[in-house]
């Protein structure tokens, strides 16, 4: 993620940090479902739970040797869970953890996309009300047209983001899966019964199918629908600087005390 064009909330969760921490949860969702099933003791998923800790610098210094992530993930971990450790990873491939752990992160990143769509919604909704008598001109192909209403452009603008919600909900119940069904996917090391269970503890729906990972037509929808979204936006902005042009001048952004324009022309007023 870029710093400058990435909020907190969503830099966090594209963190390698954040990326290693939910694939301790599917580990850790894992075994709790063995000790359940009584594939491994008890006190051995709880032990885990309790110990079960990394650190990025120093996974990043075992896989200078393994050349594993996830060999390197898993050994950090066993050095602090201890013997127990053993029973972590059983049966499992290193994208039934990955594979599942994108999914959790993309599908909380819908949750963050979904609910600020939300509240743009509204604010058009508010504000299209507000201007629904300010009149404005209509332009086709950039020229004058016929008259329109300013609260008709936000309006037009609140029924797209209306469908790009839509999309993004679609978007999320689809990469709203998990898998864990081995190296293939043919379960031949671990109880489909366990990809069950560590989807519900994790919200999420294990996959119909798979084979070593989970299909990435799935992913090419989320990232296809961010595209959509964003093109709906880009629209929104680019029309919203242009009619702030000087040889147009129908719209006019806020301008702070003291906020400049430019370092050479104090009249600047840039959008």
Aim: charged share 30%.
């Amino acid at each position: 993620m870029i710093e400058r064009y990435t909020r907190p909330e969503m830099g966090h969760l594209w963190s390698i940090e954040n990326e290693w921490q939910q694939i301790l949860n599917v580990e850790m969702a894992a075994c709790d479902a063995m000790a359940e099933l009584g594939e491994i003791p008890k006190e051995a998923a709880k032990n885990i739970r309790a110990k079960a800790a990394f650190e990025v610098d120093r996974i990043h210094e075992i896989e200078s040797v393994t050349h594993h992530d996830i060999i390197a993930f898993l050994t950090n971990v066993a050095e602090h869970v201890g013997d127990d450790s053993k029973y972590v990873h059983k049966g499992l491939t290193s994208s039934d953890v990955k594979d599942t752990a994108y999914c959790m992160m993309m599908r909380d990143s819908c949750d963050i996309l979904i609910r600020d769509m939300k509240a743009f919604l509204e604010v058009l909704r508010r504000r299209a009300v507000e201007f629904k008598h300010t009149p404005c001109i209509g332009r086709t192909h950039g020229i004058h047209a016929e008259p329109m209403t300013f609260g008709l452009k936000l309006l037009l603008w609140s029924a797209e983001i209306e469908r790009d919600i839509d999309r993004l909900e679609h978007a999320k119940k689809t990469v709203s899966v998990c898998k864990l069904s081995g190296a293939v996917g043919t379960y031949s090391n671990i109880d489909p019964k366990i990809e069950e269970m560590v989807g519900k503890t994790l919200g999420l729906t294990p996959v119909r199918l798979a084979t070593q990972v989970i299909q990435r037509d799935r992913h090419a929808e989320f990232v296809t629908t961010i595209a959509i979204c964003s093109s709906t936006l880009e629209k929104i902005a680019t029309e919203v600087r242009n009619l702030q042009r000087t040889d147009i001048r129908e719209a006019e952004e806020y301008f702070s005390p003291g906020q400049k324009g430019s370092s050479a022309m104090p009249h600047k007023r840039n959008p």
